[in-house]
């Protein structure tokens, strides 16, 4: 059973461009999560999405950022007009289920640079 | 709000040292609490858990046990390996939402 796939794990952009995450959770998860992680700390939500909801998004920012789960597909994180401060690692996390007792299992990462 | 208060690393140790990495927590309700490790260029890893109080998470040596009087997930191994050199975090789940709360992670070293 393949574990969270997220490509690309680097992505390089310039100031004003879009960037696309993704992530394709374990098979049989349909809770996907959302966090970014800042240098020098730890991981911030940001979304939770189930198959072609979004959940929670109190942790996404108000603009530029979007997330999306279709029903087919991996989970999308899109940001658009990049700016130097969105340069991060971007981890996506999924889930047979809801509630605390559940593990999260995390994908190895995408580490956005913007240049 | 529910959030997680983390040991400051980094944190340096010989091989076969003591380790003790502290958590605090802060919830309203009762969080199921959670030990991730990291390595270098890596996702972050299941390292134990403990879903309600008095529970003991224990993996690949390490423990953490989930006090209640004290809101405290401590991570302790007795006697760690270079292999251990990581980023461990504290996380806490809530029973209500799903979001995960983490710490900021401590950076383990351990020399040969």
């Known amino acids: 059973n393949a574990g969270v796939m997220q490509n690309p794990r680097h992505l390089v952009r310039r100031r004003g461009q879009e960037a696309r995450l993704r992530c394709s959770p374990m098979?049989?998860?349909?809770?996907v999560y959302w966090y970014r992680q800042l240098p020098e700390e730890g991981l911030k939500f940001m979304v939770y999405?189930?198959?072609?909801?979004?959940?929670?998004e109190s942790g996404m920012p108000k603009e530029r950022f979007s997330a999306e789960f279709p029903k087919e597909g991996p989970s999308i994180l899109r940001i658009q007009q990049v700016v130097r401060g969105d340069s991060a690692a971007y981890f996506c996390?999924?889930?047979?289920?809801?509630?605390?007792?559940?593990?999260?299992?995390f994908g190895p990462g995408t580490r956005l640079t913007v240049l | 709000g529910d959030s997680v208060t983390q040991m400051e690393g980094p944190v340096t140790l010989s091989e076969e040292a003591f380790l003790t990495i502290n958590c605090t927590y802060t919830?309203?309700?009762?969080?199921?609490l959670f030990w991730y490790v990291q390595y270098p260029g890596e996702g972050l890893q299941l390292l134990l858990k403990?879903?309600?109080?008095?529970d003991k998470g224990s993996n690949k040596g390490f423990e953490a046990t989930y006090r209640k009087e004290t809101t405290s997930f401590h991570l302790e191994k007795g006697s760690v390996q270079v292999s251990d050199s990581a980023v461990y975090f504290c996380?806490?789940?809530?029973?209500?939402?799903?979001?995960?709360?983490f710490g900021t992670g401590t950076s383990l070293t351990v020399i040969p």
């Open positions: 996390a999924s889930s047979p289920g809801q509630g605390a007792g559940y593990e999260q299992f």
């Open positions: 098979k049989g998860h349909s809770h």
């Open positions: 999405l189930q198959k072609e909801n979004i959940i929670d």
């Open positions: 919830a309203t309700g009762y969080p199921s």
């Open positions: 403990a879903t309600k109080a008095d």
């Open positions: 996380a806490l789940s809530d029973r209500v939402v799903s979001q995960f709360y």
